[in-house]
């Protein structure tokens, strides 16, 4: 349960590497103020509240990085800014940075999350995936981390001496609520020379960007414009070397379990061209950053968000 930022000044223990304080009162004044290593308030808070537009920076961590950079000139371009990929004081204030005071929440852990049944590891191998019941979360730390789309050193920095496992515990995170609006999109352009997905709705409205891994060079993504064929939460893989690519010394097909860890993450979205599609991730961090097999590879949260927007029949177009 989430609780609301004005019971978190007392809560926060003057031990913590950073507290709620540090990143819901951060303002425009104090970007240059961190001095110490480890994830920036400033861009932490920056992250949470561009997220919450569902102009996605990807993994939020307080790091100033490409896919950061990249939410922040989507960001401006909405909001008819300069051309720039930097929070300068007329993004901040667009953006509501000094008003906003709830960007860290207090989350209790739950019976249910404390009764998770962790992986003990996830070989890359996919023979031995295959022979998996589910290739589930293999950390609290993990499964926290996605579900409140932050990285694992932030939910560490601002829960340095806390159980991740225990029902009742209660821990700080990012707060990054979104709500879509179900089936809303009506348009989808994948930009290759760019690593981004662009949502559009009525009207050429963007509805929502993300971050995100397009083909690569052996692999390149398809040209032109497909549909959207269906939409599969919590999916299984099917890995056939015949149609799709060389994984190891794997010669047979293989048909992996669902799962966070899986191939293709938490949602598979089937495009009209046979074996392409957009889909999650194991590795949220590399998104954008790493090469795929053709398709469109995207954070879990965002490709699970992407789900409710779409509808079969919307059309995706790579762009190049």
């Known amino acids: 349960m989430l609780l609301a930022a004005a019971v978190l000044a007392s809560w926060a223990s003057p031990a913590t590497a950073l507290t709620a304080d540090e990143v819901n009162g951060v303002s425009f004044a104090d970007r240059t103020k961190q001095a110490a290593p480890g994830p920036d308030p400033f861009i932490v808070k920056a992250q949470v509240l561009l997220s919450r537009r569902s102009i996605s920076p990807g993994v939020i961590d307080g790091v ?53 049944d962790f992986a003990d590891d996830i070989p890359r191998d996919y023979a031995k995936q295959a022979r998996m019941k589910r290739l589930s979360y293999t950390s609290p730390e993990e499964m926290l981390g996605e579900r409140f789309h932050m990285s694992e050193t932030l939910l560490g920095a601002l829960n340095p001496e806390r159980a991740f496992s225990k029902a009742g515990a209660r821990l700080l995170v990012t707060s990054a609520q979104r709500s879509p609006e179900t089936g809303a999109a009506l348009r989808i352009d994948a930009i290759k020379s760019t690593g981004m997905v662009i949502v559009f709705g009525a009207q050429d409205a963007v509805l929502a960007s993300y971050p995100a ?68 991730t194991p590795e949220p961090g590399k998104v954008s950053k790493t090469n795929s097999h053709g398709c469109i590879r995207l954070t879990n949260w965002d490709a699970e968000e992407l789900a409710d927007l779409v509808k079969p029949g919307v059309p995706v177009r790579f762009v190049d």
Do not use: C
């Open 213 to 280: 891994t397009i083909g690569s060079e052996d692999m390149p993504s398809p040209s032109g414009e497909y549909t959207i064929e269906r939409v599969a939460r919590n999916p299984n893989y099917t890995y056939d070397p015949e149609k799709n690519f060389q994984q190891g010394k794997n010669t047979q097909t293989l048909v992996l379990p669902p799962g966070p860890n899986g191939p293709v993450g938490t949602v598979w979205i089937a495009l009209s061209k046979p074996t392409f599609g957009i889909h999650g």
């Open 64 to 116: 100033d990085g490409e896919n950061f950079r990249k939410a922040v000139a989507q960001f401006r371009r909405l909001a008819q800014l300069p051309d720039g990929d930097e929070i300068d004081e007329l993004a901040w204030l667009n953006l509501g940075g000094d008003a906003a005071n709830d960007v860290i929440a207090a989350y209790t852990l739950t019976d249910k999350d404390a009764a998770y």
